[in-house]
């Protein structure tokens, strides 16, 4: 969908949406509409329960006195509330109003900064998301009809302006979304690292490792995941180096990328199985958040490292009570091969320290079921062993409206990991399970790095669509990140 900026007016055709605040009096725009439609719109909301409130719509179609085949009301809610999030979710809301339109313009006129609509367009072209190509039977009405959309503000310059850098993280978001949403027999681990290499194009340098070089640096822990699987497991290293100093310590972001997780010999339950795709999900995001990063040029060095594997039964796979080393050295009793993400994540965060050294490490994984009992579908869990960090994080999610919870961490859970024959367990039992798995994975954080684990085993799928997120897919997590770059890493 191409978007532009032009100047507050009734277009001459096409459909319009105005955004309305809730308990606001009347922009000039709406008063020249009610005009030109004879007071149709003012007898239209006083007929109806259109207050302004957030998501509410209400249409009129083909308004007399006007060339416009629709005219909508979205409402956006109080104007003292329209922080960055409520802005997307009015331009997402007024998407999914507009969709069946060929052509359409939203009207911004009630908020007077630039950028704001910047952000409303933003939001609009999250909505527009849609994973189709594999659709082959689907009728042409079925499918939205939406390719142009115009935003109206007084502020065109400043949200021009502000556009380019909102558009690549879309993009970024939009990267993520497909990865997630490819089924397991497209996006395997060696496919996967192809897609990655592509970002080379926008300035990235990107390094894949296979099973070959990982057995030399010892990656005993992420390698025995993928034993079971005829797909070769690989890691993928993206550099991006935005910095004025070219040699800071960058950032990292490492991603679970478990390309299709069966269980492997303690195997799932049948049913559901098939979302076990989706189980690269935090791989997506450090994809996507690197593509987002290097798009819109970020001062900030920062390098997205992601274990790719399948875990999968066979007369090859690692058997519940096999012991595994890692790359560091520690030794790993596996009492559950589907507690699988761990394991590859401590060789990749071993990896990230040794070869980068980070200022800070951030870490998403679909971890645990166990974060979706305690948080349900509207926070991930956030585990961190650094205050300042976990505090950027939190805040970065409460700007971004992708909404991180802190949970505990200490040495009574840490206990639950003690094996009677290794180092640990890569399990500490049913009692606080993503909480033991936030510890197993610290054990691998070295030195004092700050270090954040956020497990989006309820965010990174969702079964009903959002004012900016549609059913599917979501890149919970890119968004978050970028703005946490923003606000703490760059400049």
């Known amino acids: 969908m191409k978007i532009s900026f032009a100047k507050p007016a009734v277009p001459d055709s096409g459909a319009l949406a105005v955004l309305v605040a809730q308990e606001a009096?009347?922009?000039?725009?709406?008063?020249?509409?009610?005009?030109?439609?004879?007071?149709?719109?003012?007898?239209?909301?006083?007929?109806?329960?259109?207050?302004?409130?957030a998501g509410q719509t209400l249409a009129l179609v083909a308004p007399g006195g006007t060339d416009l085949d629709r005219l909508v009301l979205v409402g956006v809610g109080p104007a003292k509330d329209l922080d960055v999030k409520a802005l997307q979710d009015a331009g997402g809301n007024a998407y999914a109003a507009l969709a069946d339109d060929k052509q359409a313009c939203i009207a911004v006129d009630a908020i007077e900064a630039g950028d704001a609509a910047a952000q409303v367009a933003f939001g609009a072209m999250l909505r527009s998301y849609r994973f189709d190509k594999y659709r082959t039977t689907e009728k042409k009405d079925d499918k939205p009809r939406l390719s142009k959309l115009t935003v109206a503000t007084d502020g065109s310059g400043a949200a021009k302006k502000a556009w380019p850098e909102l558009e690549a993280v879309a993009q970024g978001v939009f990267l993520t979304r497909d990865l997630v949403s490819e089924p397991a027999n497209i996006l395997y681990p060696e496919s996967f690292a192809k897609e990655a290499e592509k970002l080379a194009d926008l300035g990235l340098k990107v390094t894949v490792l296979g099973e070959?070089?990982?057995?030399?640096?010892?990656?005993?822990?992420?390698?025995?995941?993928?034993?079971?699987?005829?797909?070769?497991?690989?890691?993928?290293?993206?550099?991006?180096?935005?910095?004025?100093?070219?040699?800071?310590?960058?950032?990292?972001?490492?991603?679970?990328?478990v390309c299709f997780d069966s269980g492997g010999i303690s195997l799932k339950p049948a049913a559901g199985m098939e979302d076990m795709k989706w189980d690269m999900g935090g791989a997506g995001v450090v994809t996507g958040l690197m593509k987002a990063l290097a798009g819109r040029k970020a001062k900030v060095n920062a390098v997205g490292l992601i274990g790719l594997v399948e875990n999968m039964p066979s007369g090859t796979a690692t058997r519940p009570g096999?012991?595994?080393?890692?790359?560091?050295?520690?030794?790993?009793?596996v009492i559950n091969t589907d507690a699988?993400?761990?394991?590859?994540?401590?060789?990749?965060?071993?990896?990230?320290?040794?070869?980068?050294?980070?200022?800070?490490?951030?870490?998403?994984?679909?971890?645990?079921?166990?974060?979706?009992?305690?948080?349900?579908?509207?926070?991930?869990?956030?585990?961190?062993?650094?205050?300042?960090?976990?505090?950027?994080?939190?805040?970065?999610?409460?700007?971004?409206g992708e909404k991180v919870w802190r949970m505990p961490m200490g040495d009574a859970y840490d206990k639950q990991l003690k094996s009677e024959i290794a180092d640990m367990k890569n399990t500490g039992g049913r009692e606080a399970g993503s909480i033991t798995a936030a510890q197993f994975l610290?054990?691998?954080?070295?030195?004092?790095t700050p270090w954040a684990h956020i497990d989006i085993a309820g965010m990174t799928w969702s079964k009903k669509d959002a004012p900016t997120v549609p059913k599917g897919g979501t890149a919970f997590g890119v968004r978050l990140l970028d703005r946490m770059v923003r606000d703490s890493f760059e400049g």
Do not use: C
């Open 25 to 53: 009096e009347p922009t000039a725009l709406l008063k020249e509409l009610d005009d030109k439609t004879g007071g149709a719109l003012s007898r239209a909301r006083k007929g109806s329960r259109f207050e302004g409130k």
């Open 212 to 257: 070959k070089e990982m057995k030399k640096l010892g990656m005993g822990s992420l390698l025995s995941v993928g034993q079971g699987s005829a797909r070769e497991s690989k890691m993928v290293v993206m550099e991006w180096n935005g910095a004025e100093g070219k040699k800071d310590a960058p950032v990292a972001f490492v991603g679970k990328g």
């Open 322 to 333: 096999d012991v595994v080393t890692s790359a560091d050295g520690q030794t790993i009793e």
């Open 340 to 400: 699988e993400g761990r394991l590859v994540l401590a060789d990749v965060l071993w990896y990230a320290q040794k070869e980068h050294k980070p200022k800070a490490i951030i870490d998403l994984a679909t971890l645990t079921g166990a974060i979706i009992i305690g948080l349900g579908t509207d926070h991930a869990g956030l585990f961190s062993n650094d205050d300042t960090l976990a505090d950027k994080v939190f805040a970065a999610g409460q700007a971004s």
């Open 442 to 448: 610290k054990r691998f954080v070295k030195n004092g």
